[in-house]
């Protein structure tokens, strides 16, 4: 199935991922449900990037020969449309027959050329993957994504069709399943905002984390496609990591820039991936972006140097897309001030949390049960860490 783009789609592949679940999913009345321990410095939200896994350690990069400031006459000015999308999942525990429950929040921080901006916020609610349901979740979600047995094998000589888990199951665990659904979500909304950025005639859509190739997630002619679709519709498509596994010559991103305190600016790193991977064509893309950069929005030490995969508009190119970027966008912190906004929508308050549990509790029958641990015993009173 192709990507849509339509807009006021309702975002309906979001609305049949829960329909499928729940309708699915098997009774859980009177069963144990394990609620993972809530602390005060807790973080309730996850939103892990997919970036391969296999990414590499690049070579021989000297910043002083690839530094690019930004444009001198670059400042803020709201210039063109930008949309940034961001989703998260909290999880709310697993059931003692096998299976997890987990709620899925995503927006889309929309930010018209002219005009007010406004806030699309997308909800599941409490969603329960089973024994039960699984299969018909992951079928659908491997189907809307392109390629159907992305996650399943399916024999379709039996009516109705049956499922059974692939040789290499990327699905089996409850991190694994609640990132997988969490990235589909994501998904949904970036095509969504798409539609909506196109309805302005183009402008920037930002992206929390990576365009890399080969991800368990994602089927890599999924991403080129959303892309190309995003090209063909003036819009630019620009993915900032605030975690990467990249390093140059053994050093990370973030230290790119450390001899130039003063630099607010942009170094393009594509040719140090092509060196590095010039002999051996098995390795999955670093990135199917146009290109891959290091970038700083602001002075050390508050502003970071992250990377940044830049996917141009018609008529434009990376770096100038990078300079709409700095000139279309407030920067707090070192950080684009729409993703700040669309991370923070996507997260789940405590009190969220906690409504969340009384609504499963309820509609489920199951029984609540603190997740038992024994970290009491191995580490010293008040250690948070190992």
Partial sequence: MPAFFERNNDNQSIDELVRIANEGKGDHSLEGLFVPPREEMDDFINDSSTEDNREPQLINFSSSQEQQPFSSATVFTTGCAVIAVDAGVVDLGELSSGGTVFAIRGAAVCYPANGRPFICRYNTGAIVIDHDNRFPVFHYIGLRLGKEELFVDIDKSTKPHSYKAKAEDINSTPNQIRDRCRNFFERMIQEEAIS?????????LLIDGALSGGTFDTPETYIRDLLKESRNRNISAVAISK???VTIGGRP???????????????QLDSFI???????SRRSAVSVAEAVYAVRFSYAPLGLTFRVDVNSAKGLIAGEVLDNVFSSCRIYGGYPRPLIEAHQYSSFLYQDVQTLLADVIVRLG?????????????????????
């Fill in 196 to 204: 909506i950025l196109e309805s302005y005639g183009g402008g920037i």
């Fill in 253 to 267: 991103i973030s230290s790119l820039f450390m001899d130039a305190p003063e630099f607010i600016g942009y170094a």
């Fill in 366 to 386: 199951v029984r609540p049960h603190e997740q038992p641990s024994m970290e009491v015993l191995f580490q010293p009173f008040g250690a948070r860490y190992k």
């Fill in 243 to 245: 975690k990467t596994r």
């Fill in 274 to 280: 092509a060196e590095e991977r010039s002999d051996d």
